[in-house]
């Protein structure tokens, strides 16, 4: 099994910063792609960035010039800087990884999900 952990998350003003990371961890795997996700109270969870193993970013146009998406292959570990926050932002992250684990059977795909932080952007 695949699992990833993030932190970082809780309150902060609009304009503010904060910083998530997501590791993940478990047995012998390959990571593919990482990014984040996340979901407002009411709403549909959206993608807000990914990043691949090449260092090959994609970002939502609302989130482009604030937010950035940055990894460490050694450390199997992502991050999320957000600049700029604002209150409509308020929401849990969500942490995605795919790629391949070795398994007893060989080679296999794997797509997890983090349990989520919250982020709360609140005067």
């Known amino acids: 099994q695949v699992q990833l952990v993030e932190s970082g998350g809780g309150l902060v003003q609009p304009g503010g910063s904060l910083r998530l990371s997501c590791a993940a961890s478990?047995?012998?795997?390959?990571?593919?792609?990482m990014g984040w996700y996340r979901q407002a109270p009411g709403k549909q969870r959206e993608v807000v960035a990914f990043i691949t193993n090449g260092g090959s970013t994609n970002y939502a146009d609302s989130m482009k010039g604030r937010f950035t998406i940055s990894r460490d292959n050694a450390k199997n570990t992502v991050y999320l800087q957000m600049n700029s926050l604002k209150p409509e932002e308020t929401a849990v992250y969500y942490c995605?990884?795919?790629?391949?684990?070795?398994?007893?059977?060989?080679?296999?795909?794997?797509?997890?999900w983090g349990k989520g932080t919250l982020v709360t952007v609140s005067s």
């Open positions: 478990g047995s012998i795997f390959v990571i593919n792609r």
């Open positions: 995605n990884a795919d790629g391949r684990r070795f398994t007893s059977t060989g080679w296999r795909t794997f797509n997890v």
